[in-house]
């Protein structure tokens, strides 16, 4: 059985990078932790235990989630629960004993470091990213 932990990171995509780091930066405290080359497109900010992570659209990684956030349209990439320790295979079969698609398990950053995660969609098509705590999901 899965147990979510946390939240791990929130993804926002933006139009207004500077302004965006400004605010969790200065206003809310919030401070840069890592960034990629403006190409990716990816400034991540320490938020307590969690990540935010701002998108530019333009950029490589903010493409992938469609056209710029408007009034009426998201802005939300995705965002990711931080579960406990489970091998890749007992995930996998969970949920796709539940009608979820499931995609493949890769390395990627978190607010732990970087850790083996999977993405699925919520019923409502929102992406949820699984990073599973310090351990090995490919157990």
Known sequence: MIQVTA??????RTTR???MVAFYRDVLGCHVERELPADVGL?????GSALIDLV??????????GGPPTEKDNNLDHF??????????????????HGVEVGEFS???GAEGFGE????????????????EQGDSRV
């Open 43 to 47: 400034t991540q900010l320490r938020a």
């Open 56 to 65: 530019p659209v333009d950029s490589k990684l903010g493409r992938m989630g």
């Open 80 to 97: 990711c629960l931080r579960i406990q320790p489970l091998a890749e295979k007992s995930i996998r079969q969970h949920l796709e004993r």
């Open 107 to 109: 390395n990627r950053y």
């Open 117 to 132: 995660s999977i993405y699925l969609n919520d019923p409502d098509g929102n992406v949820v990213e699984l990073r599973s």
């Open 7 to 12: 939240i791990d990171h929130v993804v926002l």
């Open 17 to 19: 990078l500077e302004q």
